[in-house]
């Protein structure tokens, strides 16, 4: 049972106030919450484990060096002028320096990341859903994260279809509709396309941290 959220990582007092806006969470229902800066923020998991030790924690995760142009994408989507991604992956071009400091390349460190949350959590607590199989096994990967939940599998492969234009599977029917459902536009949107040997660079730095984070989590997401 995931307990009641924490709305934001504000003070104690401005959390409780919002946690008091929130309705209950009834028996039988599950309450969840979803923010992605969590898991690299440094004071979320001391919060979290401080409200409810007994929190289930979910993190979806994808190959690092493919997750830093995603999100390189989305921040060129709202500020076109930024400086190429070549050039900002880099402290010093000519020696091969990462610029670890840059949040596209920093987030991807998930190895890093965890270690903050194991103080404060076991592993069994935490379940890693890989963003690749969401989209080559979306039921099988919910189907994970229902088993850790401790709920009945419900969604299953009838749930779902491809849709090749999109590149992404789609709800065959949307909650409450007949209608099929897609993700939206800014989901699977075009990367730019990136110098092939940045590319390398990047997956070589990342190696060393994917391996320690395969090591931690157990399973091997397959990212080389
Ligand atoms: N369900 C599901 N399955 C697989 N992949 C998914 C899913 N939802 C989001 N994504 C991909 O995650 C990338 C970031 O998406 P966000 O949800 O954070 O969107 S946004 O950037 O805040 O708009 C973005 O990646 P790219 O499209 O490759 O850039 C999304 O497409």
């Not at 209950?24 to 919450?33: A, F, P, S, Y």
């Not at 289930?56 to 994808?62: A, E, G, H």
């Not at 493919?66 to 989305?74: G, K, P």
């Not at 069994?124 to 039921?139: K, M, N, T, W, Y």
């Amino acid at each position: 049972m995931i307990p009641r959220p924490i709305p934001g990582l504000q003070d104690c007092a401005s959390r409780r106030a919002k946690q008091d806006l929130m309705p209950r969470t009834l028996d039988g229902q599950i309450t969840m919450e979803k923010t992605p800066s969590y898991f690299v923020t440094k004071e979320a998991p001391a919060r979290i484990s401080a409200m409810s030790k007994g929190t289930k924690l979910i993190v979806v995760v994808r190959d690092p060096v493919t997750r830093a142009i995603s999100d390189y994408t989305q921040t060129l989507s709202k500020k076109p002028d930024i400086p190429t991604f070549e050039s900002l992956t880099f402290k010093n071009r000519t020696t091969g320096l990462i610029d670890t400091s840059w949040s596209a390349i920093q987030i991807g460190i998930y190895a890093k990341h965890l270690e903050n949350w194991l103080l404060y959590f076991p592993i069994g607590q935490i379940l890693f859903v890989s963003g690749e199989r969401l989209i080559s096994d979306p039921a099988g990967e919910l189907g994970r994260v229902q088993d850790f939940l401790g709920l009945k599998r419900i969604i299953t492969d009838k749930h779902f279809y491809f849709n090749k234009t999109k590149g992404f599977p789609c709800l065959k029917k949307a909650e409450g509709s007949s209608k099929p459902h897609c993700l939206g536009k800014t989901k699977g949107r075009p990367h730019p396309e990136i110098d092939q040997e940045v590319v390398q660079r990047l997956r070589d730095f990342y190696r060393p941290f994917n391996m320690k984070f395969y090591q931690m989590t157990g399973h091997d997401f397959g990212w080389d």
